[in-house]
């Protein structure tokens, strides 16, 4: 069980609204609210016990603990624009608890309620760590709302394993071989403008194993 990074599409007006608006419409038992808040989180929660080298079973149980975690846990949150932390928090204190005793138990009130405060033993590198999980949240939102071509070129260039050749990548988008490259450039043109309008440090980056001409790096 895995979830795409392409995610799946909703037109909902609630998808521009912030975190604490959105908690608001949960709690007052708009499910429409339920499926966009989770829409945005579900890969950045399920990142975090992939970064902990589960396996597939094992991540998807801490990942539906987690989600119960938010529905349960929600309403005693009182920082609601802090709610990525402390999803990235909980997620992180499951795999801990899950590594140490191999089962699924639940959290405490005074757990889920204090999450944010219980970082690693070396606050340096858990604010390192935590700070690197939202960093991918943003990319992951800055990918989701760029074209759907896009995102899966992007998602084929950059995530997948193995990386797709570009004959097999033009058959699947319907484009020519040869436009691969320049449909590449615009999208990461467009993925770069996204990720500085939210303020994040972009560089040019090449999908590995692609020359610089647009094609597959040639092996002996």
Request: with cysteine.
């Amino acid at each position: 069980m895995r979830f795409s990074l392409l995610g799946q599409w909703r037109e909902s007006r609630l998808r521009g609204y912030t975190d604490a608006v959105l908690c608001e419409e949960c709690l007052a038992g708009n499910e429409e609210a339920w499926s966009v808040l989770l829409e945005r989180y579900q890969n950045l929660i399920y990142s975090i016990p992939l970064k902990f080298h589960f396996n597939d079973d094992e991540t998807a149980e801490i990942f539906q603990a987690v989600v119960l975690d938010l529905f349960t846990g929600l309403e005693k949150l009182r920082e609601r624009e802090k709610l990525q932390h402390w999803l990235v928090a909980v997620a992180r204190h499951r795999c801990i608890r899950y590594k140490e005793r191999r089962q699924i138990e639940p959290l405490t009130e005074e757990e889920t309620g204090r999450a944010l405060e219980q970082l690693p033993d070396d606050r340096r590198q858990g604010e390192a760590w935590m700070l690197e999980a939202e960093q991918e949240q943003v990319l992951r939102e800055a990918i989701g709302r760029v074209s759907r071509r896009c995102q899966e070129l992007i998602h084929s260039l950059f995530y997948a394993d193995p990386v797709p050749e570009y004959r097999e990548l033009a058959e699947r988008l319907g484009v020519a071989k040869n436009s691969i490259g320049f449909i590449r450039d615009r999208c990461l043109k467009k993925l770069r403008a996204v990720l500085e309008e939210k303020g994040f440090e972009t560089r040019a980056a090449k999908p590995a194993g692609q020359d610089a001409g647009g094609g597959r790096a040639a092996h002996a």
